[in-house]
Structures are given as structure tokens and as C-alpha cells.
């Protein structure tokens, strides 16, 4: 069974990402629900929510496709093509569909992820630019491994 990043995980990734690694990691969010939706074939209901929430995701890279560039009608086609086939998969419940759309979704990821890193680290600034930092440090508690930190700048540019 494969392990998955947790809410917080993803969280942290999140609020430090550039532009283009948010798209990568709306990819893998897209793939860990088909993935957990796998393995939870025998629960129809957990099934349906979670290539529910793979769809919800999958179209948030639909809306954020910048349509000036003509790549973007190829991808939106793709995109269209695989929520075709995990609705399929959601009535009929047969893997062969949601296989093809891992396959799809997993060589698109491992492209953004190289044309990102691709991206020079000194103009690849975060999306979120009046977020929280989160900083991972060596610390340790009683009965816990590694503790995130968070710094606690309640001043963000922000006033009223």
C-alpha cells in the first residue's frame, strides 16, 4: 500500500511553491486520489468522493490554463479526455480507464516538473506571496520525530 503526503504536507509544499510547482502539485493530487480511489473499490461511496475530489482538482488545471498559448488547447483537450475517463470509471468501476488516466497525468507531471526545475531558482519566486512560512526543524518532542515550525508573522502587508 502506498503512503501519501498528508494535509499538512501538502500544505507546507503549497505555501512555498512557484507558479509552476503548484501545477505539479495539483498533478500529484489529482494522481493520490485515483491511487486511494483504487484501493478503496470495495467502499462505494469512498470510491465515488475521492474521483470526485481527482476531478475537482483536474479542473483546477483546466481553469488555470493561460489560453494566449495555443499549448493550451492541446492540454485542455488532454485534461477533457482524462475527467472522460474517471467518470467512466466511476460508473462502470473498472481500473483499465483509471490506469490511462495515471499513465496521462503522470508523464504530464514529470514534464511540468522538468520544465520548473528548468526555471532559474533566482526568478522562481512563491505564489503565495503574504503566506506563512513554514520551516521544517531538527527538533524533537516527547514521543515525536521531526516538528514543524511555523513562523508566526501575523503582519503579512495586510491592513485594515
Known amino acids: 500500500m502506498k503512503t501519501y503526503l498528508s494535509k499538512e504536507d501538502y500544505t507546507a509544499r503549497i505555501v512555498n511553491a512557484t507558479p ?33 475530489k481527482a476531478i475537482e482538482f483536474l479542473k483546477e488545471l483546466m481553469t488555470s490554463l493561460d489560453v494566449s498559448y495555443s499549448i493550451s488547447l492541446d492540454l485542455m ?24 488516466a495515471l499513465t496521462i497525468l503522470t508523464k504530464m507531471k514529470d514534464a511540468f516538473q522538468i520544465a520548473g ?29 521531526l516538528n514543524e515550525m511555523v513562523d508566526m508573522d501575523y503582519n503579512r502587508g495586510l491592513k485594515a
Open 20 to 52: 509552476a510547482q503548484l501545477v505539479v502539485i495539483n498533478y500529484e493530487l489529482v494522481i493520490d486520489y485515483i491511487e486511494k480511489a483504487k484501493e478503496s473499490v470495495n467502499d462505494d461511496k469512498e470510491f465515488r468522493q475521492l474521483l470526485t
Open 77 to 100: 483537450e488532454l485534461y477533457l479526455y482524462v475527467n472522460k475517463l474517471i467518470v467512466k470509471s466511476t460508473i462502470s468501476k473498472k481500473f483499465e480507464n483509471l490506469d490511462e
Open 117 to 145: 526545475d528548468k526555471i532559474p531558482a533566482e526568478t522562481a519566486a512563491p505564489a503565495m506571496q503574504n503566506a506563512q512560512q513554514v520551516y521544517a526543524g531538527m527538533t524533537y518532542g516527547r514521543g515525536s520525530g
